[in-house]
């Protein structure tokens, strides 16, 4: 079965850090494009910065680009997103998801596969 399972959100305070992962099972993860989206309360979900484990692409949001970098280690099966600088802004619930497929400035879900996604870890930015 294939599964997608995030960790290491958190509490953190403005200007803070955080990493997040998202470990992957039963399927190739080294042909996939993975991406991390967000929701927040009230809001519509938001796709934050995808990768593609085929040739090294990444995308960003425009909200996120530069205090965020996303990485890949085939290894271990694991996507990570590493967060600093961040605002009260980024407060969401982040999932991980594949496959995704990355375009010119964009990046989304792959409509042609059956989706996955993780379960979820909550980040939280205080003021």
């Known amino acids: 079965e294939a599964q997608l399972a995030e960790s290491g959100g958190g509490l953190v305070q403005a200007g803070g850090s955080l990493r997040l992962s998202c470990a992957a099972s039963?399927?190739?993860?080294?042909?996939?494009?993975i991406g991390w989206f967000r929701q927040a309360p009230g809001k519509g979900r938001e796709g934050v910065s995808c990768f593609s484990n085929n040739d090294g692409r990444t995308y960003y949001a425009d909200s996120v680009r530069g205090r965020f970098t996303i990485s890949s280690d085939t290894a271990k099966n694991t996507v990570y997103l590493q967060m600093i600088g961040l605002k009260p802004e980024d407060t969401a619930v982040y999932y991980c998801?594949?496959?995704?497929?990355?375009?010119?400035?964009?990046?989304?879900?792959?409509?042609?596969?059956?989706?996955?996604w993780g379960q979820g870890t909550l980040v939280t930015v205080s003021s």
């Open positions: 998801a594949a496959p995704v497929v990355l375009g010119p400035g964009t990046c989304d879900l792959d409509q042609r596969y059956l989706e996955i």
């Open positions: 039963g399927f190739p993860f080294d042909r996939y494009a």
